[in-house]
């Protein structure tokens, strides 16, 4: 059975990324090293708010992110995904934002995803929110496995 990755907004949006940073060659490199050589041994998944944010974005590639994840299954917004948002707010797991990362969290842990694939180190990936990360004792649900903001890793990751 492959284990189930929840692709957040920036992943589609890496893959076409432009700047020529070194730091954003390499994280567009990375994105699509994996995206091209390793997602097949994945179940993807993504939902309506990751669609909704690259369309609200203003970037010269946003069709081409769009279409990358055109195929993809979507996850559904059940209403009890709220509460879970809200228990990650409210607990400082993040930010008060109710649609950005709180709710890419929920939807990831909700639908029992292994891996929420993320390039956001500020929130979603980002090591001080470990100790978060135990959320468990927060909602007692199946949460994503492992949050990847190097993302290269998991196609080496056999754990």
């Given at each position: 059975?492959?284990r189930?990755?929840?692709?957040?907004t920036t992943?589609?949006?890496?893959?076409?990324?432009?700047?020529?940073?070194?730091?954003?060659?390499?994280?567009?490199?990375?994105?699509r090293?994996?995206?091209?050589?390793?997602?097949q041994?994945?179940?993807?998944?993504?939902?309506?708010?990751?669609?909704?944010?690259?369309?609200?974005?203003?970037?010269?590639?946003?069709?081409?992110?769009l279409?990358?994840?055109d195929d993809?299954?979507?996850?559904?917004?059940?209403?009890?995904?709220?509460?879970?948002?809200?228990?990650?707010?409210?607990?400082?797991?993040?930010?008060?934002?109710?649609?950005?990362?709180?709710?890419?969290?929920?939807?990831?842990?909700?639908?029992?995803?292994?891996?929420?694939?993320?390039?956001?180190?500020?929130?979603?990936?980002?090591?001080?929110k470990?100790?978060?990360?135990?959320?468990?004792?927060?909602?007692p649900?199946k949460?994503?496995?492992?949050?990847?903001?190097?993302?290269?890793?998991?196609g080496?990751?056999?754990d």
């Amino acid at each position: 059975m492959k284990r189930r990755v929840y692709i957040e907004t920036t992943i589609p949006s890496f893959y076409y990324e432009v700047r020529t940073e070194p730091e954003m060659v390499a994280r567009r490199g990375w994105t699509r090293e994996w995206w091209d050589n390793h997602r097949q041994d994945y179940e993807l998944v993504t939902s309506e708010p990751v669609i909704d944010e690259i369309e609200k974005g203003e970037f010269a590639a946003k069709d081409d992110a769009l279409a990358l994840i055109d195929d993809l299954p979507l996850l559904e917004v059940e209403e009890s995904i709220g509460d879970i948002v809200t228990a990650y707010i409210v607990h400082h797991a993040m930010p008060m934002d109710p649609a950005g990362d709180a709710l890419h969290l929920a939807l990831a842990s909700f639908h029992k995803c292994d891996f929420l694939l993320t390039w956001n180190c500020q929130h979603l990936a980002n090591a001080n929110k470990f100790a978060h990360d135990g959320y468990p004792e927060l909602i007692p649900l199946k949460n994503p496995a492992k949050i990847v903001c190097r993302l290269f890793q998991i196609g080496l990751d056999n754990d």
